[in-house]
């Protein structure tokens, strides 16, 4: 599949309307009244797998609901397992993670291939996450430090792991590591996105109960509601109506008022441009918004909008005193395009010629 433009899966990522349409999709008789579920990992920390166990007893409702064929992560299933299902087979997969490798991708073709839905679950998933800020350094400058150049390398001898390699009990192979890691529907077709690092388990239900009850939205849909995250945050009643700073500051530098909105403290947080429906648990814990459950709709540049939201609420015309301020942010690309340098207008660093 060709990977398609930011604009195109910006129109596609319209959130939960009133247009429904019911499950199982057209042209999918046959599956058994208890849907054949998967859940695979790709290029992320996990997180999103421990999100699946954080359903804590509402776990027990889904098993109860659902067949899981292929669950790699929790219990003993096989590539082969997967190769023998039929086309179609399988209700929905829940693929989480970035595709960085061959073998990922690999899976998540195959996963397509044999599911009637797909689900992007997880920021990386949906946006590249975290593991695409790979995409603002080249590959070999990654690996080289990897294996050269950190300090946990004493010998130094900058010897890499191979792709292949021939022993006496036959061929054994790793992935092969792409230049630039994807968002999972620059990869293959995806139907509905669930957002997060990781989703709520308030959210993961959600989609899953949308799926079981045939309440499902139009294919393309991020899982999620479409106000800002502001609105569902409990210090929103705190923030002025003309919210404007003199400064910026990152949370490490201050301790904040717990019952006042942290933008309106100058603490840099991105509930105002980041899509809701995770109940603000940063914010109650005491953390700014990072950004985690992506852009509105209709946002097309996620870390764009980020910036210029940051920008506008700095209380200067003065260009000296704007950049100064947003010197504060020594690390701009990882603080507004944390999750999505991938499905970005940026996709990657130019590479040398």
Known sequence: MTPQSVA???????????????????????????????????????GCEEAVVDLAEGILTVVEAVDILFWPVALDFKRSDVEAMADGSLAVSF?????????????????????KLVIAYGACAYQGGIPGLANLTEKEA??????????????????RPQTSMKVPEGDLELPVLYESVKALDQVIEVDYFVPGCPPTPK????????????????????????????????????????????????????????????????????????????????????????????????????????????????DTSDEN???????????????FYRYSVPTSILTRKRQAA
């Open 8 to 46: 195109a899966v910006s129109d596609r990522r319209s959130s939960i309307g009133d247009r429904r349409y019911k499950w199982p999709p057209e042209g999918s008789e046959g599956i058994m009244a208890k849907p054949k579920v998967a859940f695979y990992w790709c290029a992320s920390c996990g």
């Open 203 to 314: 959210i993961t239900l959600q989609a899953i109960e949308a799926i079981l009850k045939g309440q499902l939205p139009e294919k393309g849909s991020v899982l999620a509601g479409d106000r800002a995250l502001c609105y569902e945050c409990e210090l929103n009643s705190s923030k002025p109506e003309k919210l404007l700073v003199s400064e910026l500051k990152r949370i490490h530098q201050v301790i904040p008022e717990r019952d006042k909105c942290l933008l309106a403290q100058g603490i840099l947080c991105l509930g105002p441009v980041t899509r809701g429906g995770c109940e603000a648990p940063c914010v109650k814990g005491g953390m700014p918004c990072t950004g985690c459950f992506g852009p509105l709709e209709r946002v097309r540049d996620y870390g764009g909008k980020a910036l210029s939201a940051i920008a506008s609420i700095v």
């Open 142 to 159: 990654i690996l080289d430090y990897v294996y050269r150049l950190a300090p946990s390398n004493s010998d130094g001898n900058g010897v």
């Open 95 to 115: 693929i989480n993670g970035a595709i960085r490798s061959d073998e990922q991708e690999a899976m998540a073709r195959l996963l397509r291939k044999k599911s």
């Open 321 to 335: 005193a704007l950049a100064k301020a947003l010197a504060a942010l020594p690390d701009p690309a990882g603080t």
